[in-house]
T-cell receptor
Framework: EAQVTQNPRYLITVTGKKLTVTCSQN?????MSWYRQDPGLGLRQIYY???????DKGDVPEGYKVSRKEKRNFPLILESPSPNQTSLYFC???????????FGQGTRLTVV | AQSVAQPEDQVNVAEGNPLTVKCTYS??????LFWYVQYPNRGLQFLLK??????LVKGSYGFEAEFNKSQTSFHLKKPSALVSDSALYFC??????????????FGSGTRLSIRP
């Protein structure tokens, strides 16, 4: 089954404790993205990757890092989480051109 | 710059009545347009897309959307609403001129509530 898998689904952490949210896709898509969803703001792109070893900033990259060492994986790293990063995070993948994106189930992160 | 506007935070409709969820967009070139639905505790699911051709696009679960270039709109419609259609709906746009890049812009979302 074609899917994007994120882990964990839920995470509560403390300010400053480094964390990684994993994302993996099995559709051989070139493009992968991370979004955060906040009430009234829709989905905002954090980082995206057009292929292995190619990453770029989205609209709200501050406080986040990503890597793309393999085509299927695109982890999101928070080196020093802060409470304003409490949000619902989605990973997505797609092929180039006019194709739709496929989304993971989401990771609800709370930073206290 | 690309942008998407969903002017209604919430739409309330009685079951069996037609529904419309509004979306307007702005891109420099031709648009690729998408609708997604999000059910509670789930990721976004693709509903339908407009790329080119017929302005009326049909998608999953009986939904359709009408592309109107002059009004730069892409409203989501369904002739007869079901309670199970209650969810959060997102409109999204990608500029066809830059489709090789991964940039998809999402609207702020419209919560659709169908009362029995």
């Amino acid at each position: 089954e074609a899917q994007v898998t994120q882990n964990p689904r839920y995470l509560i952490t403390v300010t400053g404790k480094k964390l990684t949210v994993t994302c993996s896709q099995n559709m051989n898509h070139e493009y992968m993205s991370w979004y955060r969803q906040d009430p009234g703001l829709g989905l905002r792109q954090i980082y995206y990757s057009m292929n292995v070893e190619v990453t770029d900033k989205g609209d709200v990259p501050e406080g986040y890092k990503v890597s793309r060492k393999e085509k299927r994986n695109f982890p999101l790293i928070l080196e020093s989480p802060s409470p304003n990063q409490t949000s619902l995070y989605f990973c997505a993948s797609n092929s180039p051109g006019n194709t739709e994106a496929f989304f993971g189930q989401g990771t609800r992160l709370t930073v206290v | 710059a690309q942008s998407v506007a969903q002017p209604e935070d919430q739409v309330n409709v009685a079951e069996g009545n037609p529904l419309t969820v509004k979306c307007t967009y702005s891109v420099s070139g031709n648009p690729y347009l998408f609708w997604y639905v999000q059910y509670p505790n789930r990721g976004l699911q693709f509903l339908l897309k407009y790329i080119t051709g017929d302005n009326l696009v049909k998608g999953s679960y009986g939904f359709e959307a009408e592309f109107n270039k002059s009004q730069t709109s892409f409203h989501l419609k369904k002739p007869s609403a079901l309670v199970s259609d209650s969810a959060l709906y997102f409109c999204a746009v990608r500029d066809a001129q830059y489709s090789s890049a991964s940039k998809i812009i999402f609207g702020s979302g419209t919560r659709l509530s169908i009362r029995p």
